[in-house]
């Protein structure tokens, strides 16, 4: 097991900030340390709601909002990491629930930076400290299917290849709303623009749960991608299945549409197959909890 301890300060991103007199420089002094952005103010109060609704807004104007959410949310998105990705920690991190509100010193702060500010100030209010190590852990490996991808590239405006049916509308009555770089997510199925086959294998991480590396050794410029599937029947399967073939993964029962195993293939040329590799997790070495303010 390969083991690399960082200091709380390190970002998911790879930039490592240094600790005061950590470096001499020539002349014999020492570099002042790196600030890290912090909130100007930051309010972190337990919800004692009972229920499961969670709003969680990505920073707007320099505001950071959340209710009714886990530490174990805001650990996620603080070190970009998925949920699944975190070990270690007590477990009322993902159960305990707070509110959170916090305001940044600068409207146009970016959202590295709003993640530099969120684990500020989750060291602050919940004294939580972390490391990462690298673990051989089940994974999908996405790969081309038998008789080969079913993608174009965009090139020069040039479409992709049509989806099986048309884009839904994100609102019923108001028209498709194109977007590039992003996903839409939807009851029955997932819609991207301009995606890179390694921005798909993240999006399909979510969905089927283990890691999804991209394999796929494709070297293509972003495509686009209709996909529809039975969330329902994905959820059903086991998370890992054998490697090789397409599993027997066909829709089943009274299902309403394809799992998504079965959809990527007869729809984008593309197959999962299982096994074990290299992944990198977030270890929670201690985390207080924060009480009202």
Not at 155 to 167: D, F, I, Q, T, V
Not at 230 to 251: I, V
């Amino acid at each position: 097991m390969k083991h690399r301890t960082l200091a709380t300060r390190d970002f998911a991103g790879g930039f490592l900030f240094l600790a005061a007199g950590s470096v001499a420089v020539a002349l014999g002094q020492t570099q002042s340390p790196i600030a890290r952005p912090e909130f100007e103010v930051a309010s972190v109060k337990p919800n004692a709601s009972g229920n499961n609704d969670l709003l969680m807004r990505p920073p707007v104007d320099g505001r950071f909002t959340a209710t009714n959410v886990t530490l174990k949310m805001l650990i996620a998105l603080a070190y970009k990491v998925r949920q699944l990705e975190i070990s270690g920690g007590p477990a009322w991190i993902a159960s305990d629930r707070y509110d959170i509100n916090a305001k940044a010193p600068d409207v146009n702060v970016s959202g590295d930076q709003s993640r530099l500010m969120l684990q500020r100030m989750l060291e602050d209010r919940f004294k939580l400290e972390v490391h990462r190590e690298t673990k051989e852990l089940p994974v999908y490996a996405l790969l081309p299917a038998k008789n080969g991808l079913k993608i174009r590239t965009r090139k020069r405006g040039l479409a992709s290849r049509p989806a099986p049916n048309p884009p839904r509308p994100s609102t019923p009555g108001q028209p498709f709303t194109p977007f590039c770089g992003g996903f839409i997510v939807m009851p029955d199925g997932l819609e991207g623009r301009k995606i890179s086959m390694t921005q798909l294998a993240n999006a399909l991480s979510g969905i089927v749960g283990p890691p999804v590396i991209d394999k796929t050794g494709y070297t293509g410029g972003g495509f686009d991608f209709h996909l529809e599937f039975d969330r329902e029947l994905t959820a059903t399967r086991p998370n890992l299945l054998p490697a090789g073939g397409d599993n027997g993964l066909g829709t089943g029962g009274d299902s309403s549409g394809p799992s998504i195993f079965t959809a990527l293939q007869e729809q984008l040329g593309l197959r999962l197959e299982a096994g074990r590799g290299p992944v990198e997790i977030l270890v929670i070495d201690r985390a207080e909890k924060a009480s009202a303010n």
